[in-house]
Nanobody
Framework: QVQLVESGGGLVQAGDSLRLSCTAS????????NGWFRQAPGKEREFVAA????????YYADSVKGRFTISRDNAKNTVYLQMNSLKPEDTAVYYC???????????????????WGQGTQVTVSS
């Protein structure tokens, strides 16, 4: 059974930073891509960032490019999302996800991932 647990969310002011973490059990990240998605109230879940299974490539939504950084520590089986210069429009529940082994397709697609975390709330006040 694969379980992903996110942490690090909270309430911050515009311009602040947060680092989200996602730790897995039941699957090692070293051969799997990871993604971060978010969902604001009344909106669809949207892609935020992804890292390829070998860690060699990262991908970002245009709305977060230059502000957010995805990284992974295979030894800790944890993927991170460093979020800087936060804006009120970044407010959402953030979800991490993991792909099947050696996935190399459309990382922005929800269907690229087969396991998801429960989400962590990020609220940015103006």
């Amino acid at each position: 059974q694969v379980q992903l647990v996110e942490s690090g969310g909270g309430l911050v002011q515009a311009g602040d930073s947060l680092r989200l973490s996602c730790t897995a059990s039941g699957r090692t990240f070293s051969s799997h891509a990871n993604g971060w998605f978010r969902q604001a109230p009344g909106k669809e879940r949207e892609f935020v960032a992804a890292i390829s299974w070998n860690g060699g490539n990262t991908y970002y939504a245009d709305s977060v490019k230059g502000r957010f950084t995805i990284s992974r520590d295979n030894a800790k089986n944890t993927v991170y999302l460093q979020m800087n210069s936060l804006k009120p429009e970044d407010t959402a529940v953030y979800y991490c996800a993991v792909s099947p082994r050696y996935y190399s397709g459309n990382y922005a697609s929800l269907t690229a991932y087969d396991y998801w975390g429960q989400g962590t709330q990020v609220t940015v006040s103006s």
